[in-house]
C-alpha cells in the first residue's frame, strides 16, 4: 500500500510513510471488509460514514507539517484509523465525533491499540476545543460548506489546518496557514468527502 499508492505518489515525509506502514487499517473495517482494507478507495464503516482511502489520509497529514511537539485537533474521527496516524506523530491528538456509536467503538479500539495520546469526545466538531485551543493544526475530515472560521481562529499563529471545502457532492482541498498578517489558502486539488455537519457546517437532512 505505501510503496504504490502513497509513496509512489510523491509523499515524501518519511514520519508519514513510517506511520502509515505501522498502522493497522484493516482493525479499522469492518471485519467483512478487511480484505480490502489496503485497497485504493474509501471504505464504509456504517452510520453513513467511511474511511477515506489510504493516500487521500497521507496526503492531509503530510500537509499539516506535524512536529513530535505538536497538538492536533481532529474533526471527524469515524473509524479512528487517521487518528491513529495523527496520534503517531503528534505530542497529542484532540479528536470529535458526532456519531455516538462511531465514537464508543473508535474510542475502544485506540485504547485497545494503546495511543494514550488521544483525547476524545462526542460533540459537534464545527465548534471546535476551544477550552483546549490554541492548536498546532487542525484537520477536517469532512466536506465543509465554507472555510470554517471558527477552527482557524483555534489555530496558534503559524498554525495549519486542512479542510475539504465545497459542495455537498465534490470539494476543493485546502491548506490554511494562519500567520501574524492574517490567513492564507493553498489548492491541494480535488477531493470528495461525506459532509462536514453541524453549527457551522451543512444542516442534518
Request: charged fraction near 25%.
Amino acid at each position: 500500500m505505501v510503496n504504490t499508492q502513497i509513496e509512489g505518489r510523491g509523499i515524501h515525509d518519511y514520519r508519514v510513510l513510517g506511520a502509515m506502514r505501522k498502522v493497522p487499517r484493516h482493525l479499522f473495517v469492518s471485519e467483512a471488509l478487511q480484505d480490502q482494507a489496503y485497497g485504493d478507495f474509501p471504505l464504509p464503516i456504517g452510520e453513513g460514514q467511511t474511511i477515506s482511502q489510504p493516500y487521500i489520509v497521507a496526503e492531509m497529514t503530510q500537509a499539516l507539517e506535524l512536529t513530535k511537539d505538536d497538538r492536533v485537533l481532529e474533526i471527524g474521527t469515524g473509524s479512528g484509523y487517521q487518528t491513529a496516524i495523527l496520534a503517531e506523530l503528534a505530542f497529542r491528538v484532540y479528536t470529535i465525533e458526532r456519531v455516538r456509536e462511531l465514537f464508543i467503538r473508535a474510542r475502544k479500539l485506540l485504547d485497545k491499540l494503546g495511543y494514550h495520546n488521544v483525547i476524545a469526545k462526542c460533540s459537534d466538531g464545527t465548534l471546535g476545543w476551544p477550552d483546549e485551543s490554541p492548536f498546532d493544526a487542525i484537520i477536517v475530515t469532512a466536506g465543509a460548506p465554507e472555510v470554517q472560521e471558527k477552527l482557524v481562529q483555534q489555530l496558534i499563529i503559524g498554525g495549519r489546518t486542512v479542510i475539504p471545502v465545497g459542495d455537498r457532492f465534490s470539494q476543493t482541498l485546502l491548506k490554511i496557514r494562519r500567520d501574524e498578517d492574517g490567513v492564507h489558502a493553498n489548492d491541494l486539488g480535488g477531493c470528495r468527502f461525506v459532509k462536514l455537519i453541524g453549527e457551522h457546517g451543512w444542516k442534518e437532512e
